[in-house]
């Protein structure tokens, strides 16, 4: 079950420390387990930057809600963090509404331009959509995303909740390591489009670890929005400066397309594992992926595998497999196809998917379901208030920094995220205009009882579901608390977040990062699993825990990243 783990300073505790400060095991005795957890009372971030976090944390001493709060820092983020979200991308999110005790979903991802078609691609011999430039530009819904979550959920005024942002746009900032290093990686292959380097770079060069950067195009866009309300943004002049951007340089991304955006609150979509209620947003996310893995596993003895050995980390795998090839058929823009959602996350399906797992042997591939009648770059963070209000929010640009569309003086860069259009005709996620692609980026959050337990989120393309299932069971089955769940090695299988790519060749290939045994991976090849390289993404990951019982949170953040949660 899900545990915090608690020492007493006895003589046996003494002794711990003892043998930690000789250069051992942490005094937890974990070797996965790099910090401890950090534990509030009246509110707790956690997020992908510390300065966004210190900006959460400002705004709910200021007596905002956690939805401003997880504005505020996604706006910074969106600055400090252009490698990997931004105005100019999707965002969807989970939110516990304390006082009504619901839990709600939202759906701000935005749709492919009306006026690009199928045959446009088809008549140029295209089989992909092109990872960057204008063909792969959908709508951005992140700033309309706020505004729904500020309706419903706000306490202070936008030209508050973004003003540290702006402050910080105008006035400059130290750039951190983790988002230098990918900055320069961003700008090496986004310099040619119009834009970019005027917005993005110091004098022709990506900023480096500790270089103050500014971006006083972004302050006056977020100071806009702040003042004139997300109309601005979709209907505004920041909506004609992006229709003229894209006109001029082979887009399609038109007003029109922008000032008919709208998000949609849906209902999340839950699964039990092992008493607890894991809950994910429905499609056209990949976030239901997470919940079959789930169900696939219940099916075993998974404590007694024992974490970080081979026929654990075998079984993972192949419920990955299972989960996937339905995830390559089915997951698509509900408004568009019929997705059998509540046959993919049942217990009866998962029983039927189970049997087909040879607990001996890696399976060179599998068939998806029959339904009865990866790279990318994001934020998670998640905010929790004093009044017991929590947020979940994921946001993203997809592969890095965007598409490299820098408009005008916006000081942004478009999305790139109808790359993940299928161009196979009857596909459920094939392009077509006016449609919400296939997305990667999904929150999540955990109830015990009818009780919010936790929010959380690990980013990384296709690596998202299976980091999900990957921190239930090490809290659920390894009894890790929220720190170690998060920094214990992981395992990826595959590696495109492509959805059609995801499909098994000869088995796909699973990344071990570094801590699994030499046993485990001589043991993994045996059973006819193809090892990768150690390196790559396996995710970034932020949480919150709620402890009902003496009224506080626990925070944990990601090792992998710049990250950062703190609590008052």
């Not at 997809?398 to 009857?426: A, H, K, V, W």
């Amino acid at each position: 079950m899900i545990v915090q783990k608690y020492l007493l300073v006895t003589l046996l505790g003494l002794a711990s420390m003892a043998v930690n400060a000789q250069g051992f095991d942490r005094i937890t005795g974990e070797p996965f387990a790099s910090r401890s957890e950090v534990i509030a009372s009246h509110g707790m971030a956690a997020t992908s930057q510390p300065l966004a976090t210190q900006v959460a944390l400002d705004i709910l001493k200021a007596g905002g809600s956690a939805v401003d709060a997880a504005i505020a820092a996604n706006a910074t983020l969106g600055l400090m963090e252009p490698v990997s979200n931004g105005i100019g991308g999707d965002l969807f999110a989970i939110v516990w509404d304390a006082e009504k005790k619901e839990l709600v979903g939202l759906n701000a991802s935005g749709r492919s331009p009306k006026s690009l078609t199928l045959a446009y691609f088809k008549e140029r011999g295209l089989d992909k959509i092109p990872p960057l430039g204008p063909l792969p530009v959908s709508v951005p819904g992140a700033v309309d995303g706020w505004a729904e979550l500020h309706k419903r959920y706000g306490k202070l005024p936008m030209t508050t909740v973004l003003q540290p942002a702006i402050g910080y746009a105008r006035e400059g900032f130290p750039v951190s390591e983790l988002i230098a290093y990918y900055w320069g990686l961003n700008a090496r292959h986004l310099s040619k489009f119009p834009g970019f380097n005027e917005t993005f770079t110091i004098n022709g060069h990506a900023p480096v670890k500790g270089e103050m950067f500014r971006n006083p195009r972004l302050a006056d866009t977020l100071e806009t929005i702040a003042k004139e309300g997300r109309d601005a943004f979709y209907k505004g002049d920041i909506a004609r400066k992006i229709d003229a951007y894209m006109a001029e340089n082979g887009g399609f991304l038109s007003y029109e397309d922008l000032a008919s955006h709208t998000s949609e609150w849906v209902t999340p979509v839950s699964t039990n594992y092992r008493g607890y209620d894991v809950f994910e947003l429905p499609p056209n996310g990949q976030g239901i992926a997470a919940l079959q893995i789930l169900n696939i596993l219940e099916g075993f003895d998974i404590r007694a595998m024992g974490f970080g050995s081979a026929q654990y980390v075998h079984t993972l795998v192949e419920a990955k497999k299972l989960a996937y090839e339905d995830r390559a058929h089915f997951y698509a823009d509900m408004d568009f196809v019929d997705v059998p959602v509540e046959w993919l996350i049942s217990k009866e399906y998962a029983n039927e998917r189970r049997k087909l797992i040879d607990p001996h042997k890696a399976a060179k591939s599998y068939a998806h379901g029959d339904a009865p009648i990866e790279e990318g770059d994001t934020i998670y963070m998640t905010v929790a208030d004093k009044d017991g209000n929590m947020v979940s929010l994921i946001q993203s640009n997809y592969r890095g920094m965007g598409s490299g569309m820098t408009p005008g003086n916006l000081g942004f860069i478009l999305q790139d995220r109808g790359e993940l259009f299928s161009l196979t005709e009857g596909h459920a996620n094939v392009y077509e205009p006016g449609k919400r692609p296939f997305h990667t980026i999904i929150p999540a959050f955990v109830m015990k009882d009818g009780k919010p337990l936790m929010s959380f989120g690990v980013m990384g393309g296709a690596m998202q579901p299976q980091g999900h299932a990957q921190i239930i069971v090490n809290m659920v089955d390894f009894n890790m608390n929220l720190q170690e769940a998060g920094d214990a090695a992981r395992v990826r299988h595959g590696g495109s977040s492509q959805p059609t790519d995801e499909m098994m060749v000869d088995g796909g290939e699973v990344l071990l990062e570094n801590g699994f045994s030499k046993e485990t991976r001589d043991e993994l090849q045996k059973m006819g699993h193809k090892l990768g390289p150690s390196d790559g993404s396996f995710g970034g990951y932020q949480a919150i825990y709620r402890d009902s019982v003496q009224g506080v949170y626990y925070g944990a953040s990601e090792s992998r990243k710049d990250g950062q949660a703190a609590g008052y």
